[in-house]
């Protein structure tokens, strides 16, 4: 740092030189986060300084976070639902399972999760000492769940399911997870950070929230298909003892018990959450997943003219290429300005269809792929 500041104008515009240099979402078919709605960006600027951390302060913001979990958790089936909003899907993640393993009785516990899951749960195994265990995927990129059965054992403290993967996304049979859940006595969480708010909006009707009774806790990411500004993550769990469980003795704040992770906490993001939500409405996000399943649909119907097949039919604005040299399509595609991603096993080429892609960027950056893959 200088020892005399310098002007506001000076710095506003090495910022703009350095906004400048971050990519456009305009081209970007690998990201899970988009374009905020611009009330989320409105609502956010209200709140800039809403501390969550200390809630005694700002009783209006904490409200405002009461709000948007009972919406979440009407949107998932149980508006009686107990949680916060995090930073995001890890956090999410971590605190559902740090709630598992503290209400779990076992001196060795072990998690068992699909091989799809997100690498938060890698972290996971790091930060909370659980052993993560693995389980297989049918030929649809679904975790079987015999292959669940059989990893668990007296030390499993929770079964985690995702309805929406990264990869693929692919929904897990969550009824299914449910069932063993409850026979077994084991507490399930359901990784929703991206499904949540896709899911509910698709024309078929899949069985993953909290009207299953064996569901526990779930992750729902406002600042992923919500529309909102970054970072906003969904905990939610049914029974309350579950977050009595992340419970932390904080003697000096204005209430004498924290919940979170983190200590300081945007209240800016619950603001947004809650407007992007009230304006949105049920109505909003259906139409918002109509149109990225319409340009999914549209993406593989010309991927098929030029001879590519995707790996599952979407189920989700999530599509999975076989392209060939998967590695080779990406460079030359990143060449060509468009951002791409893959899947890890198999290796494959994978497109996320966000609110932000345009129907003519679309068609542009479809005939570049049938360019590329009719050149090698
Ligand atoms: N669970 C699932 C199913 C996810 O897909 C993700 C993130 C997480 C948890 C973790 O969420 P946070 O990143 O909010 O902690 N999925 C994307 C990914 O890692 C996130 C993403 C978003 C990546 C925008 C890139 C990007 O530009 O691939």
Known sequence: ?????????????????????????????????????????K??????????????????????????????????????????????????NIQAIRAARNSGISDNPNIVVSESAHFSFDKIADLLRVDVR??????EFKVDPASVEAQIDDNTVALVGIAGTTEFGQIDPIRELSDIAVDRGIFLHVDAAFGAFVIPFLDKTYDFDFRLPGVSSMTSDPHKMGLCTIPAGGLLFRDRSHLHELRTHTPYLTIDTQYSLSGTR???????????????????????????????????????EFGVEPLIDPVMNVVVLDVGDTLKVREIMAQKGWYTSITRSPLALRLVIMPHLSEKRLEEFLDDLELVCREL
């Open 1 to 41: 740092m200088r020892d005399k500041g310098e002007n506001e104008q000076d710095i506003l515009e090495q910022l703009s030189a350095y906004r400048a240099r971050d990519i456009s979402y305009d081209r970007v078919l690998s990201a899970m986060c988009t374009h905020p709605h611009p009330i989320a960006v």
């Open 43 to 92: 609502a956010h600027e209200m709140f800039m300084e809403a501390n969550l951390g200390d809630p005694g302060l700002f009783p209006g913001t904490h409200e405002l976070e009461h709000e948007v979990v009972a919406m979440l958790g009407r949107m998932l089936g149980d508006p009686g639902v107990h949680g916060y909003i995090t930073t995001g899907g890890t956090e999410s």
């Open 134 to 139: 693995k389980a297989e995927l049918d030929e």
């Open 266 to 304: 945007s209240g800016a993001v619950a603001a947004a959450a809650y407007a992007v939500m009230q304006h949105m409405g049920m109505n909003g996000y259906r139409n918002t997943v109509e149109y990225c399943m319409k340009l999914t649909r549209r993406l593989v119907e010309r991927v098929r």
